[in-house]
T-cell receptor, first 114, second 115 residues
Framework: AQKVTQAQTEISVVEKEDVTLDCVYETRDTTYYLFWYKQPPSGELVFLIRRNSFDEQNEISGRYSWNFQKSTSSFNFTITASQVVDSAVYFCALSEYNFNKFYFGSGTKLNVKP | DVKVTQSSRYLVKRTGEKVFLECVQDMDHENMFWYRQDPGLGLRLIYFSYDVKMKEKGDIPEGYSVSREKKERFSLILESASTNQTSMYLC??????????????FGPGTRLLVL
């Protein structure tokens, strides 16, 4: 069965600190996709990144970086030099190869204090 | 830009009422989804549809039904609302495997309170 675990329920940091959000997944599929979404207080989930199961290259986009490790079934998300605008709930998700079903973790609430 | 709209941001209903939540997407996506979001539980899939008039149950379909008569519109129906259906409801769409950006696009959500 597919499962995504985000063990960190809530994290609080002070602005400019680095923070890593953990995501561990379970699947028996060989082809799958991993995602991170951001949900700001307004409520709408915003897509951040997608990774397929054959691409273990880490990715960096500005202050955001993602570390995908198949050996540990993890897809962690790091925000460097956090800002107050990063405060949100972040969801990790897994989809099957055909994108028909998505499995979401329970989310990590990030509070960035000035 | 892909746009997914939901008919209401906030809704208050009474126990036993029939409730309709509407979702419309404007990017010709094949797949559409309904989730509910509750604190500590993340997003749980209620139903999804991969084509007009096609639907499949998700993880928590009990107490809900859906309708997809047109490709752009996916409706969630609570036949007889109960207090345990108080939640945030999120609609999403995705292009499937045929093309387009391979991700889900979400609407702003509907906060439903059942009294």
């Amino acid at each position: 069965a597919q499962k995504v675990t985000q063990a960190q329920t809530e994290i609080s940091v002070v602005e400019k600190e680095d923070v890593t959000l953990d995501c561990v997944y379970e699947t028996r599929d060989t082809t799958y996709y991993l995602f991170w979404y951001k949900q700001p207080p307004s409520g709408e989930l915003v897509f951040l990144i997608r990774r397929n199961s054959f691409d273990e290259q880490n990715e960096i986009s500005g202050r955001y970086s993602w570390n995908f490790q198949k050996s540990t079934s993890s897809f962690n998300f790091t925000i460097t030099a956090s800002q107050v605008v990063d405060s949100a709930v972040y969801f990790c998700a897994l989809s099957e190869y055909n994108f028909n079903k998505f499995y979401f973790g329970s989310g990590t609430k990030l509070n960035v204090k000035p | 830009d892909v746009k997914v709209t939901q008919s209401s941001r906030y809704l208050v209903k009474r126990t036993g009422e029939k409730v309709f939540l509407e979702c419309v997407q404007d990017m010709d996506h094949e797949n559409m989804f309904w989730y509910r979001q509750d604190p500590g539980l993340g997003l749980r899939l209620i139903y999804f549809s991969y084509d007009v008039k096609m639907k499949e149950k998700g993880d928590i379909p009990e107490g809900y039904s859906v309708s997809r008569e047109k490709k752009e519109r996916f409706s969630l129906i609570l036949e007889s609302a109960s207090t345990n259906q108080t939640s945030m409801y999120l609609c999403a769409s995705s292009p499937g495997t045929s093309g387009g950006r391979k991700t889900q696009y979400f609407g702003p959500g509907t906060r439903l309170l059942v009294l």
